[in-house]
């Protein structure tokens, strides 16, 4: 997973504009690191690291999760809809990092294992579908995340 595709999942249902705002990034800065699928130089790297809390390791390598943060995160469309907002808000109550992280990671390696591509935005929303659900429910194993897998396609 590049940098592009760990700042989608970051900035989930968020414009990039709005999300970079208001972390006090650059949204040209940000839409950059996206567009390119650039990683950050090292001054740029550490502002991201400071604006979102998140280790410079797991933006990288993937290696360790994201601090628990009151730091805004994004919800999935499941949940805006479940909330009946009208317009996605940029923010999780709480992020349960460990969680996310065993997620992502294990969605990667299922989709590796069996072969199968999904463009990033599925892939994304399928990990925040995933996430929500293990969340909801308090557990979380490969078979979980195997028939979700298998509902995508």
Known sequence: MGIRDKLLLVIGDCSINQWARDRELPPQTVHGWIDKDRVPRKGGMETLVKATGIPEKWWLYGEGPPPTTSKPYPLSKATVLKLKSPEPVCMFDTLDADLFIY??????????????????????????????????KGECDDEIISKFLKLAG
């Open 103 to 136: 997620v992502t990671i294990a969605v990667q390696k299922m989709l590796e294992k069996t072969g199968k591509q999904l463009d990033t935005d599925k892939r994304n929303d399928l990990i925040q579908l995933i996430y929500e659900y293990c969340k909801l």
